[in-house]
Each structure stands twice: as structure tokens, then as C-alpha cells.
């Protein structure tokens, strides 16, 4: 029990931490192209990481590089659906999909496991969306593009959730925690030099600042606490509490953007996280 607590504050703490990830990733687009920005954060992320982790490195196995290519891959293809999709929406509807993470991954793991949902995940399911459809839907009823994107961004985030779950039981958490940014850091790279005119670093201290936010607090800081509570708490715990995001996306949408949430948003935020809870929520079973 003191282990799943320990896991639980853990998480809380990743998800508080990525809550300011959505606005700083918003931002820095203003100094930065997508993939140049994705590879320096990345890059700071890792190398502050061996710094501090270097002695473990020497254990580091091929399977646990390989682990980290995995779920680094899915970081990746989510965090770039989640910048692209703030271009296009406001900071506080990207976190809002982003909740979409809960739901989608006791989804992907029905689908995967060939099991039936039951009544309570169909209510979840209808639930959630009209959540989602309350926050985000606009007068003629649709999603704008940033909003799809980012939903996009729930759904691979989801598979990074599971796999890093899968895998914090077999590994060092903090080897192929740590290890996965490495590999965001050269997609980013890569993508860049095919796709961007040039690398460039930020020009003024608030974007040095934002890079260093993005890369030391939700890179470093925020993967590591996440791996390790992943190894402690069950997905049923750790996806319900990332399900949080939004409130402090929200909270620093306010503060630091000037975003205003409407009421029809409030009611949109509380019936997503009746669906999620209905989603994640443990058994009878589990609790007993």
C-alpha cells in the first residue's frame, strides 16, 4: 500500500509538472520550428540525466535500449501531435484532449485483449465524448484541427503509458525512463535537417527559460517521476490522476496566457472526468 501512495504523489507530481508543458510548448513556437525545439529539449533533457545518472549507464542492456527506442518513438509521434495541435487551438483545449489519455488506454488494452467492453466502459465511452464535444465543440458542432491533433497526441501517449508500465517491471525505470529522451532528441534532429530551413537556438532569456522549463522540469524531471510511479501504482491509478492535466492546464492557462474558461467548459470538464473515473475506477475485486 505504501508503495502505491508513493507512486500515486509521483504521479500527481509528473502531471502538476506537464500541466505547465502545454503553455511553454505554446510559446516557444514563437522563437523556435517544431522540430528544432523538440530535439534541444530533448537533448538538454538526456544530457542532464546522465549527468546526474551516469554510474547506472553501465548497466544499461541492449533490451532496455530497446525498450526506450519503443516508447520513446510513441513520445515522440505524441508530443509532436500535441505542439502541432497547439498552433492551431487554445493551451487549455490541447490539455483538455489530452485527458483523452485515461480513456483511451483501458481502450487499447480491451481491443488489444479481444475482451467485450461492458456496460460500464460503453457508459464511459458516451460520457466522455460528450464531455469532450461540450468543451471543445464549436456553434456548427465540430472540432477545429488543433483539437483532432491533439486528441491524436492522447492516443499515442496512451501506448507510451502502457509500454512504460510493461516495462518499469523489467528495467531500470530510470535507464529507459531517461534513455527514451535520447531517442526523442534524434527524431528531432533528423526531422529537422529534412524539414526545417534551419537550427537555431532561442534569441531572448524568456525562450531559454521555456526551453530549460520544457527540457529540465517535464523532460527530466517529470519522465523520471513517471516511470518510477508507474513501477508502484496500477495503470488504473496512474491514468485516473494524468486525467487531472486539464485542472492545472487550465489553472495555468489563466494565469499565464489570460485564457477564460466558460461555464459550458466547467461542465464539460466534470462530465470527461465522470467518464474517466467510470473507466479506471478499480473493481470490486481490486479492492477487496
Known sequence: MKKIISGDLMMLGATMIFGAMTIFSKQILAELDVYNMVALRFLIAFAACLLV??????????????????????????????????????????GFMMSLVAFFTPLIILVKDRVVPGRAQMASVIITLFGVGLMCLSRD?????????????AFFYSFQMLYTERFAHEDDPILFGTFQLMDVSVYGFIFSLLFEDRFSLPATPVGWWQLLYLALGCGAVGFILQTSAEKNSPASHTTLIYAAEP?????????MLGEQISLRQMIGIVIVFIGVWITVRPSRSEAL
Open 141 to 153: 458542432l465540430g472540432l477545429n484541427r488543433g483539437d483532432l491533433i491533439c486528441i491524436g497526441s
Open 53 to 94: 545518472f551516469h554510474r547506472r549507464y553501465r548497466a544499461l542492456s541492449r533490451r532496455t535500449a530497446f525498450h526506450a527506442f519503443i516508447i520513446g518513438t510513441f513520445l515522440f509521434v505524441s508530443y509532436l501531435c500535441m505542439v502541432l495541435g497547439c498552433k492551431y487551438t487554445t493551451a487549455s483545449n490541447a
Open 247 to 255: 485542472v492545472f492546464v487550465a489553472l495555468f492557462s489563466f494565469l
